[in-house]
Each structure stands twice: as C-alpha cells, then as structure tokens.
C-alpha cells in the first residue's frame, strides 16, 4: 500500500526562527511532490511542489527532496505567527489522485 | 496559482432533504475532479475522483447512490448528496486538477460546510 507519512506534531517554533517539516513515502517511483497548508476551518493551499531531487525555493519556503531516501521536507525561514496551520504532505503515485499525509500541526510562539 | 470557487459556502438542511454542491474551475480547465470530506481534526478523506464525460470512480466505502456526482462540462463538477441525515454533516472540499503546460497540480476549492438538522 501507498502512504505518506508525516509527524503529526504539533510542532512548536518560535518567531523568526527556522521550521523544518518533514514527510517520507513509500513507492521509490513516486514523481511529484507537494505541501499544503490548511488553517483551521479552511480548506488546503499549496505551497509548493517539487519534482526533481534538490532544493525549491520560494520567497521564505524551502522545499527539499530527496528520491533515494523516499523524503520531501519544507523548511519555512523567518517563522511569522501566520505560519501557524495544518502542513499536509502529498504525493502523486503516478495515478491521478494525490495521497496525502496526516498534516503536521505548527504553532509559531511570538 | 489557479482558483477553485464552491458554491455554497454553507449550508443547513433538514433530514432526508437532498443537497447539491457545486465546484468550478474559474481560469483552467479540469478534466478531472476530486471530491473530499474532512471530519473535525481528522484528515481529508478522498471520497471520489470526478472525470469530466465519464461516471465518477468512487473510493472504497462511498456510497455511489447517496453521493451523485456529475461534471458535465471542464469547468464544473457537482456533488449531490441525498437524503442527507445528520451524519452526512461534514466539510466537504473539492480539488480541481490542472495538467496543463508542465505541471499536473491540483487546487482545492473553499469547501462547503454542510449541517443536516
């Protein structure tokens, strides 16, 4: 069976400091790679997706992955109260459907 | 990035009514749709996959006459859950898939907050 594993947390950071989410897979031909945030009451925004082994950057996201290891991480720098959601961690197994993670909770503490 | 729109945002009903949600894709096309619910503090759960032209695939468990899918056209899909009772009560969230260009991502919608009376 396909999964997508995530640390369900919560993970507690403070402000301005570096968050590091991370989230392992099971199928080794897994090709794309994706990290939502969710707030409460609301529904999933991407982030960022990656496809290719390496670092993705945008603005203060980070997303790494590392297809050997079967392990997509995000990093968020300079972590801001807003930060504070749901991160859910999602793959495509090559079919059409994504499978997601069981979401990290992040609190950033002012 | 590209923008998913529900319609309604909510919704109240009383017991045995039938529900209709609807799910656009504003500025893509979407072949493909999904549709998800989430209970409080649980994950989203994949109910069913909405190909635009063909019958939906439901997942494991779904009941296919209590929850109708149609997506008629590449813009829009809508679910219709039936004789709704109160434990059809859910946030119900749809995603639009757009694999356009060299990206195959998938957007959700706002979701629909349904509460059956």
């Known amino acids: 069976q396909k999964e997508v594993e995530q640390n369900s947390g919560p993970l507690s950071v403070p402000e301005g400091a570096i968050a590091s989410l991370n989230c392992t897979y099971s199928?080794?031909?897994?090709?794309?790679f994706f990290w939502y945030r969710q707030y409460s009451g609301k529904s999933p925004e991407l982030i960022m997706s990656?496809?290719?082994?390496g670092d993705k950057e945008d603005g203060r996201f980070t997303a790494q992955l590392n297809k050997a290891s079967q392990y997509v991480s995000l990093l968020i720098r300079d972590s801001q109260p807003s930060d504070s959601a749901t991160y859910l961690c999602?793959?495509?197994?090559?079919?059409?459907?994504?499978?997601f993670g069981t979401g990290t909770r992040l609190t950033i503490i002012p | 990035g590209a923008v998913v729109s529900q319609h309604p945002s909510w919704v109240i009903c009383k017991s045995g009514t039938s529900v209709k949600i609807e799910c656009r894709s504003l500025?893509?096309?979407?072949?493909?749709m999904f549709w998800y619910r989430q209970f409080p503090k649980q994950s989203l759960m994949l109910m069913a996959t909405s190909n635009e032209g063909s019958k939906a695939t439901y997942e494991q468990g779904v009941e296919k006459d209590k929850f109708l899918i149609n997506h008629a056209s590449l813009t829009l899909s809508t679910l219709t859950v039936t004789s709704a009772h109160p434990e059809d009560s859910s946030f119900y969230i749809c995603?639009?898939?757009?694999?356009?260009?060299?990206?195959?991502?998938?957007?959700f919608g706002p979701g629909t907050r349904l509460t059956v009376l």
């Open positions: 500025d893509f096309q979407a072949t493909t």
């Open positions: 199928d080794r031909g897994s090709q794309s």
């Open positions: 999602a793959v495509n197994f090559g079919n059409e459907k994504l499978t």
């Open positions: 990656i496809y290719s082994n």
């Open positions: 995603s639009a898939r757009d694999s356009s260009g060299s990206t195959d991502t998938q957007y």
